[in-house]
């Protein structure tokens, strides 16, 4: 591969920056140049700015540009700053023959991110999330859902788990400390289940009160 020279690769970027008709072909290029100069000479700098150039249009993907060059350069994505840093994933100096074929045969547009491993998983977090994604569906008026009921249940259910959770999270109380956790905890139970009917709600109630006085 050929790297450009400075001059050509500053022009390059500008016209790019000034189009708003960008060809994938041209970002091809220019990141293989990125790429390539983040290994010979561990400069960055030409992939921050063909990140920045492509932003004119909203039509090219910036994750499948980061994609491309963290799989084949020395970048690394900064989340918590949101710009590209340098890290050193291939030694700097010298482009290897193989590597650089894979710089040349890989498409920037068809690059992605691996996936993170994920072995823990919060429940809890999940239903609520379900518990709000539909409610937002269903005070939609544009929206029909059938078996609307159904998530009433849920959302009762899902509220009088996590409020006997929260009792099994309280100390051992006595006298009036124990009557307000208990007051409360049953507070705490009807913000969260405003749908619930009256009778599910006298359970719940219930229920919390012989769980307390054990």
Known sequence: MKLL????????????????????QRVQEMAQ??????????????????LEAIS???SLRKDSLVAYFEKYGNFAWMKS???????EAHPVGVLASDQEALILGAKWDEAKREAPIVSKYDMEAALQAFIAKWNKIA??????VENRDALTKVEATFAKWHAEKTLRSLPVL?????????????????????????????????????????
């Open 5 to 24: 020279e400075q001059k050509e690769i500053h022009v390059a970027l500008k016209a790019i920056t000034k189009s708003v008709t960008v060809t994938r």
């Open 33 to 50: 140049q990125a790429v390539a100069y983040s290994i010979i000479h561990g400069d960055i700098s030409i992939g921050k700015m063909l």
């Open 56 to 58: 004119v249009n909203k």
């Open 81 to 87: 700053d949101k710009t590209l840093k340098f890290f």
């Open 139 to 144: 005070a939609d008026s544009a929206n029909t």
């Open 174 to 214: 006595e006298g009036d400390e124990l009557k307000e956790a208990r007051d409360e905890a049953k507070d705490a139970a009807r913000a969260e289940s405003s749908t619930m009917t009256d009778r599910e709600a006298l359970a719940v109630q219930m229920k919390d009160g012989v769980q307390l006085a054990a």
